[in-house]
C-alpha cells in the first residue's frame, strides 16, 4: 500500500517560502517510471498541478508558477520537497503530494495525500 503524508508550516506570511515536504511509503520514489506531483486546491476552486519530479530526479513545473516553484528529492529519506517563493494570501489552499504515471498536468494519478491547508497570512 502506497501512502504519502504532507507536512509542512499552516501558516506562512505574505512574501515568504513555503515549505512543504510528502514523505511517502510503500514504494520509492526512484521506480520505473512514477513521477511524484504536488497540487494544490484554493477555497471554492478547482485542483491546480503545480509541478512534478520524476524517477530520475528531473522536475517539471507549472508555466504559471514556474518562476516560484521549485520541486526537489531526498531519495535518503524517500521524500520530495516543494517550496512555493513570494507568497501571497491568493496562494492559500490545501496542498496535495500524489503519484503520477507521467510529468505532466494530464497524467493520471493514482495515490495522493490527505492534503494540508496552507493559509498565507500576515
Known amino acids: 500500500q502506497v501512502q504519502l503524508q504532507e507536512s509542512g508550516p499552516g501558516l506562512v506570511k505574505p512574501s515568504q517560502t513555503l515549505s512543504l515536504t510528502c514523505t511517502v511509503s510503500g514504494a520509492s520514489i526512484t521506480t520505473n517510471y512514477y513521477s511524484w506531483s504536488w497540487i494544490r486546491q484554493p477555497p471554492g476552486k478547482g485542483l491546480e498541478w503545480m509541478g512534478a519530479i520524476d524517477y530520475r530526479g528531473i522536475t517539471y513545473y507549472s508555466p504559471s508558477l514556474k518562476s516560484r516553484t521549485s520541486i526537489s528529492r531526498d531519495t535518503s529519506k524517500n521524500q520530495f520537497t516543494l517550496q512555493l517563493s513570494s507568497v501571497t494570501p491568493e496562494d492559500t489552499a490545501v496542498y496535495f503530494c500524489?503519484?503520477?504515471?507521467?510529468?505532466?498536468?494530464?497524467?493520471?494519478?493514482?495515490?495522493r495525500g490527505q492534503g494540508t491547508q496552507v493559509t498565507v497570512s500576515s
Open positions: 500524489a503519484r503520477a504515471q507521467g510529468p505532466n498536468s494530464r497524467s493520471s494519478r493514482d495515490y
